[in-house]
């Protein structure tokens, strides 16, 4: 179930670091974050749903990998998105 059009594009406006923004690092861990909380919530009532815990766990290491590579680049871009997003 894919994140809803609106809400995608509330992230982007909020993540976003120009107006154009739509690909950047923070905007791009926001909208993984969304679609994982999602995910999560639907592998709650459906535990035996192999196919998307799979799915959960690609999206997951996908974030990661953003988040090392943001900040690796700009740590204090990293940390601002990490306390926004109230990630560990």
Request: hydrophobic share 30%; proline share 2%.
């Amino acid at each position: 179930m894919p994140v809803k059009k609106n809400n995608k594009q509330e992230v982007i406006k909020e993540f976003a670091i120009g107006t154009t923004d739509t690909g950047s690092a923070p905007v791009q861990i926001a909208l993984l974050t969304q679609r994982i909380s999602q995910l999560t919530e639907h592998m709650k009532s459906n535990k035996k749903d192999f196919g998307s815990k799979r799915g959960l766990l690609k999206l997951v290491a996908q974030r990661k990998k953003y988040l090392q590579y943001l900040k690796t680049q700009n740590q204090e871009l990293y940390d601002k998105t990490k306390k926004r997003l109230s990630l560990k």
